[in-house]
């Protein structure tokens, strides 16, 4: 029963969450919170299991459509890189995408900074891969942490990908290693420590994902991770957790018997998931001026 992102065995139940997106698995998952660095951590970690619960219609494995609400998030993406890049020095700049899939947000990152000649992705979607090299990105197939190569990156993004691995603290080390001097990681993941985790806690709260949220970091304990891997944050900023919303709320909604889900098709296939996600994504617009909402981008650089 130890906490996956500092190693502390002060850990305490912290909610039982069950797979109400894919359904993947009718089982109960326990998400433990740690005393020492607030993390949440799920306990067992279902480790041999990812063929089950990455089920093939898992949205990361499915690009190619964009939606209304993927669009705006391209529109803000842009922004975000403009600035990211905008710290980094030199003519020349490379970049990795961590959890890549097809390079889609490099190919973004490559529309707003003319500087960036080398872009490489890691992804285990061995179906990205031919989609990426046609965009012109480097492809390792495997997980980062397998990934070995002589090539250093002035930006890594790690964008919704920390909160899935058993060793958060091995794999910030090892994009730390990849790093130019002077150079950024970008992680975007979620935060518990906001509204909708506490209202939902107690019926698989959107942003554990169950059972593929692996450890949910708040700003103070992820900063205590990267500190672990001699990262410093640069900038940490709280963003929208709409998606977060959307589930939980269906689920609700299904709870209550005002909405049926069907457990053969992903929940955001559901037609009010988008409107879910409209709404909620203003209300935590206007919600993040005076409170903590469930997601958080950070930068990072090395120590
Ligand atoms: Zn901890």
């Not at 993406?77 to 700049?93: I, S």
């Not at 061995?126 to 090539?151: K, V």
């Amino acid at each position: 029963m130890t906490c996956l992102a500092c190693g502390s065995t002060a850990t305490r139940h912290w909610a039982t969450a069950k797979d109400v997106e894919y359904c993947s698995t009718p089982e109960s998952f326990d998400y433990l919170r740690c005393a020492d660095c607030d993390a949440l951590s799920i306990s067992p970690v279902p480790r041999g299991r990812l063929g089950e619960i990455y089920p093939d219609t898992y949205y990361s494995f499915s690009p190619g459509k964009l939606s209304v609400a993927e669009r705006i998030k391209q529109a803000l993406d842009r922004r975000t890189f403009a600035k990211l890049f905008g710290g980094v020095a030199g003519d020349q700049l490379s970049a990795l995408d961590v959890g890549g899939g097809a390079g889609w947000l490099l190919t973004q990152a490559k529309a707003v900074e003319p500087r960036l000649a080398h872009t490489q992705v890691v992804d285990i979607d061995g179906s990205a891969q031919d989609a990426a090299r046609t965009a012109g990105h480097d492809f390792f197939l495997g997980r980062i942490e397998d990934f070995e190569t002589d090539a250093r990156f002035d930006v890594i993004l790690m964008l919704n990908l920390i909160e899935h691995v058993d060793d958060p603290v091995a794999v910030l080390a090892k994009v730390r290693g990849l790093l130019k001097p002077g150079g950024r990681v970008l992680v975007k993941t979620p935060n518990h420590d906001s509204l909708d985790a506490r209202l939902f806690r107690e019926h698989s709260w959107g942003g554990l994902h169950a059972p593929r949220h692996w450890v949910v970091f708040t700003p103070e304990s992820f900063r205590k991770a990267a500190a672990k891997a001699s990262l410093a944050v640069e900038r940490l900023s709280l963003t929208q957790g709409a998606p977060f919303w959307a589930v939980s709320a269906l689920e609700w909604l299904s709870r209550k018997g005002a909405v049926s889900i069907r457990r053969d098709r992903p929940m955001c296939d559901h037609p009010l998931f988008g409107p879910l996600l409209a709404i909620f994504g203003g209300i935590d617009l206007i919600r993040g001026r005076f409170q903590r909402t469930s997601q958080m981008f950070v930068e990072l650089r090395a120590t």
